[in-house]
């Protein structure tokens, strides 16, 4: 938080963007009892043909996604700054990565919405595991896929990422949601043919679970 967002919450906090409540420390005004609900330690989610290892805080359907859906609609920029936040938060346990790189949204979508998010929410994470943050993913074709089904998300998503130029052998992927896996697949396929050799994912919230194996 920078100087003039921690004038700013002195002289005008805001209350619990969650709850409603008095204005927290957790970040963007969230109170300690909220933070506490969207979770502290990092989740293993699955993985894909191309994603050899991915982590989230907490499922979509919770308070964080809950939060996340309304900071991306919003541009609420302190929220998302806090969320990136909690990611760093958690990054001590991950493996050592070369670079970490967002899933860069398409241009359009930055100049409707007016920031990149997860190119916000990677950069604290980038500070925090003392990586550089490469800027390389970029879109080479096909429409959004909000409001396509699992099959029509695959299906799409062979061709729709490219790498402007070669990376280190290890990479940490970073988006705002996991949905199907996909897109997350799709940026990693590019990314091993620019040169990485493991690929992870790390993202706030996942609608793809790891099932529990019952004993």
Known sequence: ????????????????????????????????ACRAQMGQALRHGPRT???????????????????LVRSKLGCDLPLIDAMGGWLAEGVAVLPRVDAVVPVQAHWLRVLRRGMDLPVRLARPVAQRMN?????????????????????GRIAVESDRFCVTRAVPPRILLVDDVRTTGATADSCARALRAAGASWVGLLTPVSRSLCRVKKS
Do not use: N
């Open 1 to 32: 938080m920078s100087w003039l967002e921690s004038s700013l919450s002195i002289l005008l906090p805001r209350p619990c963007p969650v709850c409603g409540g008095q204005d927290g420390p957790a970040g963007a005004g969230v109170c300690v």
């Open 49 to 67: 043909p191309a994603v050899d290892a991915s982590w989230f805080l907490a499922p979509y359907k919770g308070p964080l996604g809950t939060l």
């Open 131 to 151: 990586a550089p943050l490469l800027l390389v993913i970029r879109h080479s074709g096909a429409g959004s896929q909000l409001g396509r089904g699992r099959v």
